[in-house]
């Protein structure tokens, strides 16, 4: 079945750490985007790929980075630099570019703070 | 800066109730589009409506947009249990791949 894989399902952060998670796709889908979730919150986009090689920060990129070496993978590192890194993050993608399309969604990646 | 508000944020319904969720934007926009989210899971796309659209129907699904007043309408009939579920609506724009995701209505359904 095609669809989209995160992992770890839970992963903890001590201080002063970088941790990746990981996102990949089967869709042969062009974009994918990363989205942190806060308790009763939306979604607030970090960064966003609309084709390899390429990557825009979201609204909220700060403390965060992403490469996108192959169609199928784009990596979030949340790194030391981010403060508040407890949350959920979803993994998305959709066939092409542009906003007119659903999202596809995997099933997140819970973060904590050791 | 999310631009989608929802209203409630949380409606509790009984079995075969229909439950209706609002959707509120500020600029104009190319779609506008719904998803569910069960709890720690990810979210499902459900339907999406162009500007130029005024209804649209999926199965148990209404969902209505107007323009003028900048807000749509998510109207699920004869619920069910398993309706039981966070709902988001998310605006797409004509410019850039983003979409702006509201803070959701929490529903639950009580058999």
């Known amino acids: 079945d095609g669809g989209i894989t995160q992992s770890p399902k839970y992963l903890f952060r001590k201080e002063g750490q970088n941790v990746t998670l990981s996102c990949e796709q089967n869709l042969n889908h062009d974009a994918m985007y990363w989205y942190r979730q806060d308790p009763g919150q939306g979604l607030r986009l970090i960064y966003y790929s609309q084709i390899v090689n390429d990557f825009q920060k979201g609204d909220i990129a700060e403390g965060y980075s992403v490469s996108r070496e192959k169609k199928e993978s784009f990596p979030l590192t949340v790194t030391s630099a981010q403060k508040n890194p407890t949350a959920f993050y979803l993994c998305a993608s959709t066939p092409g570019q542009g906003a007119s399309q659903p999202q596809h969604f995997g099933d997140g990646t819970r973060l904590s703070i050791l | 800066s999310q631009q989608g508000e929802e209203d409630p944020q949380a409606l509790s319904i009984q079995e075969g109730e229909n439950a209706t969720m609002n959707c509120s934007y500020k600029?104009?926009?190319?779609?506008l589009q719904w998803y569910r989210q069960n709890s720690g899971r990810g979210l499902v796309h459900l339907i999406l409506?162009?500007?130029?659209?005024r209804e649209k129907h999926s199965g148990r699904l209404r969902v209505t947009l107007d323009t003028s007043k900048k807000s749509s309408s998510l109207l699920i009939t004869a619920s069910r249990a398993a309706d039981t579920a966070s709902y988001f609506c998310?605006?797409?724009?004509?410019?850039?791949?983003?979409?702006?995701f509201g803070q959701g209505t929490e529903l639950s359904v009580k058999p």
């Open positions: 600029t104009s926009i190319n779609n």
């Open positions: 409506i162009r500007s130029n659209e």
């Open positions: 998310a605006t797409g724009y004509n410019q850039g791949g983003k979409l702006i």
